[in-house]
Nanobody
Framework: VQLQASGGGLVQAGGSLRLSCAAS????????MGWFRQAPGKEREFVGA????????EFGDSVKGRFTMSRDNANDMVHLQMNSLKPDDTALYYC?????????????????WGQGTQVTVSS
């Protein structure tokens, strides 16, 4: 599975951005799609994840109520809608995937990773 993340950029605090992750090479298996982020000097942090074919979604505590995820089945993409952005949301955001139907928050459960897309939130 190849993942391509896009949509990062510079935004003012309180603004919004939508990240996209294009998936290719998937077989008929079930997948969970996730987003993680990593700020300089910090560990990679769970942002959100969702079942590709189900309804289960999980979000990290720091983004609950502000970030949502959606999927575009026709184009094999998932999106991360980020609202009410804060300077603390500044990080390199990664798209990830794992086979199966269980939504994990643990980054070690994800096998497939895309390159990061930078999100910078100015105060």
């Amino acid at each position: 599975v190849q993942l391509q993340a896009s949509g990062g950029g510079l935004v003012q605090a309180g603004g919004s951005l939508r990240l996209s992750c294009a998936a290719s090479g998937r077989s008929g298996s079930t997948y969970v799609m996730g987003w993680f982020r990593q700020a300089p000097g910090k560990e990679r942090e769970f942002v959100g994840a969702m079942q590709w074919r189900g309804r289960v979604k999980e979000f990290g505590d720091s983004v609950k109520g502000r970030f949502t995820m959606s999927r575009d089945n026709a184009n094999d993409m998932v999106h991360l809608q980020m609202n009410s952005l804060k300077p603390d949301d500044t990080a390199l955001y990664y798209c990830a995937a794992r086979e199966g139907n269980i939504v994990y928050m643990d980054r070690n459960k994800y096998v497939f990773w895309g390159q990061g897309t930078q999100v910078t939130v100015s105060s």
